[in-house]
């Protein structure tokens, strides 16, 4: 797996992480469980949400107070989750990018140099809420 992480300021920025296929299904990889959450082995699943912008599909143990939208999925036997119906239009099929926060993931198809710092500010933002 083509999978690295650069530790930002207690944040993770990640390159290729997850292929979505016809049935919007990824997986999450153990060494992104070990890497942003200590304890999702424990974890039955992951809440989605939006970010405020409306541009990244936002996965969280927590969902964020001011995120009204959310909804919750569980890992399957092989740690794969399905990405909610009303959640689809945020994430194409294919390749994904993550960027993630402490206690939250950012999954873009368009990661670029021009736009990874407007991601990184919304991590702060939500991360200073």
Known sequence: MNFKFVNTQNMYFGEYLVEL???YKFEFPNCLIRQIYKNLKD???LYFTKDSKNKYLVLSENPSNYLDMFEFSRFNKKKE??????FQE???I????IIGGLDRIFLTNQLTDNNSEDVLDE?????SN
């Open 21 to 23: 296929n016809n049935n």
């Open 43 to 45: 974890a039955e699943g």
């Open 81 to 86: 989750l399905i990405v909610p119906k009303r």
């Open 90 to 92: 945020n994430i194409n």
């Open 94 to 97: 294919g390749q994904a990018y």
């Open 123 to 127: 991590i702060l933002a939500i991360q």
